[in-house]
């Protein structure tokens, strides 16, 4: 008898061939589509990525799904993720009308409060990533910026040095 805290033998063992399964599916598709597949570049991608983890989970915890399925909605996400990209390099007005722009937290030691607000990020959150980062002082921050994956880069150093322009381009201020 199946319950919460233990499972048939047969049970197991079909989680574990479904796992193993599953994984080199994931494995093909990867090293078809190539190694961006699962980087955190785009909110489209992290979407994907979390997509995949459920079509996998999904699979492997119930009995309702056929690998075959799984594996195709998992290719089919793969795919669909190619095409996105390759739109964002080809058509730049694809890219402005999918992606989030980055925007500024801080330019030098100033925080641009109103761009916390807009995007949501509280004070503390952007004095835990200054911690993060390894800041001591703000006279260290050149810019802290919220990436369009969500994740905030801190630029900073304790010399006299200016970030480059070319690093902040496409950045909201």
Known sequence: MENWFFASLPVIAKALATVIMIMLIILLVVRVAGLRTFAKMSSFDFASTVAIGSIMAANITTNDLSV??????IATIVAFQQLFAYLKRNYSSFEALTENTPMLLMEGTVILEENLNKTGVTRSDLMAKLREANVIEFSEVKAVVLETTGDISVLHSS???TVARELLEGVRR
């Open 68 to 73: 075959i399925k799984s594996g195709l909605a």
């Open 159 to 161: 010399g006299g040095e």
